[in-house]
């Protein structure tokens, strides 16, 4: 059958039908090109394409975690969190952007409002990509977006936290400051920060960061080609960081504050049974806020260039030459090396010579005949340039030492300065110069190479008025859950125990508080009745400081060229709370201006009313101004 | 009259083999359409587009039946009228046609947009089998014999090529060429007739328009629009690489549903199926269109006569290009350019021309073992 018609179908030739095959063959090679592309796409490729997949459609949002909350010892708050109230823009919403600015501009202008108009549009390819319009807006501003909210498609109002420090510069260089984790950060190991994490960027903030800043949390979402949200994959929640109390007084620091009144110092007052510091101030200060809404370039220079170097914290990071507040140490050394006795009468008539200088007292006319306890609360400096000659520099500096000065105190903060404490040795080896008996003339007196950061001075201080117990300075207290569960509780660390006699410690016990309780003492603006305070003044030459560069700087301005008044002092007498140090820069005489503000903080710390104090006290406080 | 002869022969030589690849593919084109069409959105949900595709498969149904129906010899004899009428219908596309994304491709009838281009694709094989059925040889065509078809080819190409539709135009001459080939031609007649293409493509250059030019430049370097073509491309390969080997599942396909995939109902559809099908489906959809080309080519090779077998090799080149073309361009091997895939792509005037076509190889199946009255 078949035959009979194949027979007749005409074209069915064998060059036709090798034609054929040779279509075939094309068409077989074609389709598996085809399917060699497929595999290599789906089975080869399939990782890649999967992951470019997920990140054309997944996005990752983090979640910021909320800033644990820093206080006083007493619950008072530090720093907080507030929300922040952004202004933002969704394009995909708005459709109309120059529409929808020109009404937000109108309603603004209603109210006086100045609109920011940094942010740039243009057409994008995401119109669901919220864009930040106005950062941490004031609530007049979201109340105009909020009511209108109709007429403003596409505008609405984001909330984020933000940290608040209600004492704002007060706190300032205490606290730190916080901001976004840098690259350098990122670089640094800190596998634990991811970009865009807030990280604490000094003091507080910085040391306690891994407290404080909690974990961030994250959202998967996965969007569509115009970047709107479709669907939430998963959540994890932000947990937030622990809360922290400090050791600071509230009280304290503010009265410090107060007490500088404007004036560059630092005033650190700190427990001498345990080292915790009750106060740390340091001026000028900053304003921590500005680093919320983003720091701009301008302001952070000049933040940086300011001549008073407004970012450093004074009582760890300045360092200063003691003045007389370094006659304790003398005292002591030449007590304990039996060069003095407490009876050791020397004359002072103004002046000593030694080879061809002369050294002054600052009492014109000289303190005449004098002992150890009236040359203290004198603050006779003839007195000392003669201990200082007969002690030499070598043992000033071995009692120095065990004060607990020249190096660092070990208070877990940032930027830490050792100060200075010469030796004949350090000199030949940093300066290439034999030590000149003459410089230890001066350094009797606290003036010279040596340099003390405030905090140094203090805890050199409650080290003596405890009765030799060097402790490490503190200020953190505890760290603790919102619920209050204590995670962690910084004891207070020994490091030292200074081996002067007791009768040493009894006789410049007695003359420190001569120095404010005495008839002719130079501390008496810091009496505060029934404290018993015991203190010593100090007023440092800024002149003659060639060894400290920014010193050196500062020389060219005059204003410069005033004295450091220094004081420093605890109470009560017999087992003291308090300690308190006062470098007030270029002020004057530490009598008149550092000793009335420990006075405040006395009359603070002890609870005592205004009405108690003794009008003549008063009075020479304002004289001392 | 000839394609009165609708016998019960006919019916019994009715090719089911062919209807059921055919109506396999359109299945899948629906489910398709569908997942394409489909979003989280409810606002967008049930999109029309798989239920105009299901009245276009009917519509395509009965345009199958009447060129089964209708003797193919008879259509070859008016083949010269059909051409005419095609040719006729391009023109007034360029009159009255309507333009959509740039391209003026559609004429309205009763509503209906319609593409007098597809048309074309079906005439011009028509043409060339009539053309070559006439001019029977046993040596191959030399260039004087060539003259004629090389003009019935270059009037719709150059018509289409204005319209701007690059893909279609490409297809025609394609096909066209491949049926020459297959008829055989004199080497020397092909040197000399490919270089007069080449120093004729200046001249034709220089009709184009600014834009038509920027289109073939982009058709030719998509590097240069990386957000239009190239973006297209990108993302189609993300497509169908993530969808692995057994794809993301029906309506889960993340560069679909997300609309990361552009032109999905139309020339892209193959990436939103090997998204959600993986290498399995693409591998049967493949296998599915290679069975379609070589039962088409099996019809060729048996067909009665000379018309017969071109006008299904014809067929068979139609389909493997656009299957080619259109898969090598989501793929990423081959440039962008807009062709459909047969019965996948969303497109009535495709789908009635391609359904046209099957009716026309079941109809020189039908009538393989009849004798010459």
């Known amino acids: 059958m078949e035959n009979r018609f194949t027979v007749l179908n005409v074209p069915e030739t064998p060059e036709f039908r090798q034609k054929f095959k040779i279509v075939?063959?094309?068409?077989?090679i074609i389709f598996s090109l085809l399917l060699i592309r497929l595999w290599y796409l789906q089975i080869i490729k399939v990782q890649e394409m999967r992951e470019k997949s997920e990140s054309n459609a997944i996005r990752y949002r983090k979640i910021q975690s909320l800033r644990g909350v820093i206080t006083d010892r007493n619950g008072d708050i530090l720093a907080d969190n507030l929300p922040s109230f952004d202004v933002v823009y969704m394009p995909g919403i708005a459709k109309n952007h120059e529409q929808l600015i020109q009404r937000l501009q109108i309603l603004y202008n209603r109210k006086n409002l100045e609109i920011d108009l940094s942010q740039q549009f243009g057409k994008t390819m995401r119109p669901y990509l919220p864009v930040k319009l106005e950062?941490?807006?004031g609530m007049e501003k979201v109340a105009v977006v909020e009511a209108n909210s109709v007429n403003l498609p596409g505008l609405y109002i984001d909330v984020s936290p933000v940290r608040l420090y209600p004492k704002k510069e007060m706190t300032a260089s205490l606290l730190g400051y916080i901001g976004e984790v840098g690259k350098d950060d990122l670089e640094n190991g800190e596998s634990e920060y991811s970009l865009g994490d807030i990280t604490g960027k000094y003091g507080v903030e910085k040391v306690l960061d891994p407290y404080l800043r909690g974990r961030s949390g994250a959202e998967l979402v996965e969007v569509n080609v115009h970047e709107k949200q479709m669907q939430n994959l998963g959540r994890i929640e932000a947990v937030p960081g622990y809360n922290t109390v400090l050791t600071i007084d509230t009280r304290l620091q503010e009265a410090a504050w107060l007490g500088l009144n404007g004036k560059a110092g630092a005033v650190v007052a700190l427990d001498p049974r345990d080292g915790a510091i009750l106060a740390m101030v340091s001026a000028p200060s900053f304003d921590p806020h500005l680093f919320n809404a983003g720091i701009s370039a301008e302001q952070w220079k000049n933040l940086l260039n300011n001549p008073l170097s407004p970012m450093t914290n004074r009582v760890v990071s300045g360092q200063y030459p003691p003045g007389s507040t370094y006659k304790l140490i003398v005292a002591a050394a030449a007590l304990e090396e039996g060069i003095i006795t407490p009876q050791t009468k020397l004359f002072c008539d103004g002046t000593f010579t030694m080879g061809n200088r002369t050294f002054r007292c600052w009492?014109?006319?000289?303190?005449?005949?004098i002992e150890l306890h009236r040359a203290i609360v004198e603050s006779c400096d003839v007195y000392f340039y003669n201990v200082g000659k007969m002690l030499g520099v070598d043992k000033i500096a071995k009692y120095a030492n065990l004060f607990g000065l020249g190096k660092e105190t070990g208070i877990n903060f940032p930027n830490e300065k050792s100060g200075l404490i010469p030796t004949q040795q350090w000199k030949l080896e940093r300066l290439k110069q034999p030590w000149h008996p003459g410089e230890?003339?001066?350094?009797?007196?606290?003036?010279?190479?040596n340099l003390l950061t405030p905090l140094q001075l203090a805890n050199a201080y409650a080290s003596f008025a405890n009765g030799g117990t060097v402790w490490q300075p503190h200020l953190i207290k505890r760290v603790e859950t919102a619920e209050g569960r204590i995670i962690k509780k910084f004891e207070p660390v020994k490091t030292a125990t200074i081996?002067?006699?007791?009768?040493?410690f009894e006789l410049l016990r007695s003359a420190l508080w001569g120095v404010v309780n005495e008839q002719g003492g130079t501390g008496r603006?810091?009496?505060v009745p029934n404290a018993d305070v015991c203190g010593k003044t100090g007023t440092a030459q800024v002149v003659g400081l060639p060894q400290d560069p920014k010193a050196r700087r500062l020389k060219k301005i005059s204003a410069f060229h005033e004295d450091h008044a220094l004081f420093v002092c605890f109470a009560p007498r017999d087992n003291p709370?308090?300690?308190?140090?006062?470098?007030?820069?270029?002020?004057g005489h530490g009598g008149a201006v550092a000793a009335p503000i420990a006075r405040k903080m006395m009359e603070i710390y002890f609870n005592i009313q205004e009405s108690d104090i003794r009008p003549q006290v008063a009075n020479t406080a304002e004289t001392g101004r | 009259m000839l394609f009165l002869k609708f016998d019960r022969s006919n019916l019994h030589n009715f090719d089911w083999t062919l209807l059921a690849i055919v109506l396999s593919i359109c299945a899948i084109g629906i489910l398709n359409i569908y997942s394409a069409g489909y979003s989280y959105d409810a606002l967008e949900r049930q999109s029309p587009f798989y239920i105009k595709q299901i009245q276009w498969i009917l519509?395509?149904?009965?345009?199958?039946?009447?060129?089964f129906s209708i003797d193919y010899r008879f259509l070859a004899k008016g083949a010269y009228v059909i051409y005419c009428i095609a040719i006729a219908l391009l023109i007034l596309v360029h009159i009255f046609g309507y333009t959509m994304h740039g391209s003026q491709r559609w004429l309205s009838i009763g509503g209906l947009a319609f593409q007098p281009s597809e048309v074309m694709k079906l005439s011009i094989i028509l043409v060339l089998a009539r053309y070559f059925e006439d001019h029977k040889s046993n040596q191959p065509y030399k260039l004087r014999e060539l003259i004629v078809p090389a003009l019935l080819i270059m009037l719709p190409f150059l018509l289409i090529l204005k319209q701007p539709d690059l893909g279609t135009a490409l297809i025609i001459v394609l096909i066209s060429a491949s049926i020459i080939f297959f008829i055989g031609v004199n080497w020397k007649s092909f040197l000399i007739a490919s270089s007069g293409a080449l120093l004729s493509a200046p001249i034709v250059w220089h009709f184009l328009k600014d834009y038509q030019k920027d289109r073939l430049i982009i058709f030719f370097n998509p590097e240069r629009d990386p957000l239009g073509a190239g973006y297209h491309i990108i993302q189609s390969m993300i497509a169908v690489g993530s969808g692995g080997l057994w794809g993301k599942g029906f309506l889960n396909g993340t560069q679909t549903q997300l609309k990361f995939l552009p032109e999905q109902q139309t020339d892209f559809v193959f990436s939103v199926f090997a998204e959600e099908w993986g290498f399995t489906g693409g591998f049967v959809l493949i296998i599915l269109f290679m069975s379609l080309v070589f039962w088409s080519l099996k019809i060729a090779l048996h067909a009665r006569d000379l018309s017969g077998t071109v006008i299904a090799f014809g067929i068979v080149c139609l389909f493997s290009w656009q299957v080619f073309i259109n898969i090598g361009m989501v793929l990423g091997v081959l440039p962008v350019v807009g062709i459909p895939l047969p019965f996948l792509s969303y497109g009535g005037s495709a789908m009635l021309s391609f359904m046209a076509a099957i009716g026309l190889l079941m109809n020189i199946n039908a009538h393989r073992f009849i004798l010459h009255r």
């Open chain 1, 135 to 137: 950062k941490n807006v």
């Open chain 1, 363 to 369: 009492k014109k006319h000289g303190h005449g005949q």
């Open chain 1, 525 to 527: 603006a810091a009496m």
């Open chain 2, 59 to 67: 519509l395509g149904l009965i345009a199958m039946i009447i060129t």
């Open chain 1, 499 to 504: 081996p002067l006699s007791k009768k040493t």
């Open chain 1, 24 to 28: 075939v063959t094309v068409l077989l």
């Open chain 1, 577 to 587: 709370e308090i300690v308190i140090a006062i470098v007030a820069e270029n002020a």
């Open chain 1, 440 to 449: 230890t003339i001066s350094l009797a007196i606290g003036q010279g190479y």
